[in-house]
């Protein structure tokens, strides 16, 4: 599984890529949907089961309702160690 992780051409991999750059910052939904993925909410819960911490948040303006996720610091490096034995400078740029 850390193969497709590494390629950005996956699903999960597009949602990590943006949750890696954001630097914790949190994303819009709406920036999520603009990768193309389908089933954002599925290809979530399995980055989270392979133990990537994804908050999210939502907010209710003008009755219409605004989401946001955001990759907790540090926990993907971790991920990255536990799952390839070495951090992948590529994919966790400093």
């Known amino acids: 599984m ?18 890696v750059e954001a630097r ?3 994303v819009p939904l709406m920036q999520i ?13 399995e980055l989270r089961r392979l133990g990537f911490v994804i908050q999210n948040k939502t907010e209710t303006v003008n009755r219409q309702r605004h989401s946001w996720f ?5 926990a993907e490096r971790q991920q ?4 390839t034995g070495k951090e992948n400078p590529r994919l966790y740029p400093d």
Request: glycine residues 10%.
């Open 70 to 74: 955001r990759l907790i610091p540090g």
């Open 33 to 45: 949907l603009g990768l193309g993925v389908a089933q954002y909410n599925t290809r979530i819960l």
């Open 2 to 19: 850390d193969a497709d992780l590494n390629n950005y051409k996956t699903q999960q991999g597009k949602i990590l890529k943006l949750l």
């Open 24 to 26: 914790a910052a949190w």
């Open 80 to 83: 990255s160690l536990r799952l």
